[in-house]
């Protein structure tokens, strides 16, 4: 199974501002055609965090993934109510997260969209399960808020660059966990 972190961040590695907002990724123009319809077909689960959650709800009133199985990292039980019913299962998950990872995999899912946020995405990172990381950098400083790898006692990874292209007004980096490829 791959664990990929598809996301956008400012240029000082920020996902979001220090409130939480994202209004930042409307410095973003252009991108290449069908990018992230073409990653959403190549993936076959979601792993997502409480804040990513609550902010896409607030955009689009829902949960604009429901056809995917997905797995949200989150202490609140009413959040996941706020996007239920789904098409496909929606399980609330709290805690340890290398049992979660580990009955995603068991369940025969191949690939896997880490959709947010920068904490989910260190507990990850330091269980040693992210495979490749996909970030779409903001011509825009934030200075402060949530890091891409949000953990205080982040253990060293390595990662191998693979691609890194303009997309507009932002570029676009992707990596390869070191050894995978």
Request: with cysteine; net charge negative.
């Amino acid at each position: 199974m791959e664990i990929v972190w598809y996301t956008a961040m400012s240029m000082d590695g920020r996902i979001a501002s220090a409130d939480h907002d994202l209004a930042f990724l409307d410095t973003v123009t252009g991108s290449g055609p069908g990018d992230f319809s073409d990653f959403i077909a190549s993936v076959d689960a979601v792993l997502v965090g409480a804040g990513t959650l609550r902010w896409l709800v607030g955009q689009t009133g829902g949960w604009p993934h429901d056809d995917q199985p997905t797995w949200l990292v989150s202490h609140d039980e009413s959040l996941a109510e706020s996007v239920r019913p789904t098409r496909a299962p929606f399980v609330r998950v709290a805690g340890d997260l290398l049992p979660v990872v580990t009955a995603i995999e068991e369940g025969g899912h191949r690939r896997v969209w880490l959709a947010g946020g920068g904490s989910v995405a260190a507990q990850v990172l330091a269980l040693d399960r992210l495979d490749e990381v996909i970030a779409t950098i903001a011509p825009t400083a934030l200075g402060s808020g949530p890091a891409l790898f949000d953990l205080d006692a982040l253990p060293r990874r390595t990662f191998e660059l693979v691609e890194c292209r303009s997309l507009g007004s932002a570029a676009r980096l992707r990596w390869l966990r070191a050894g995978r490829s």
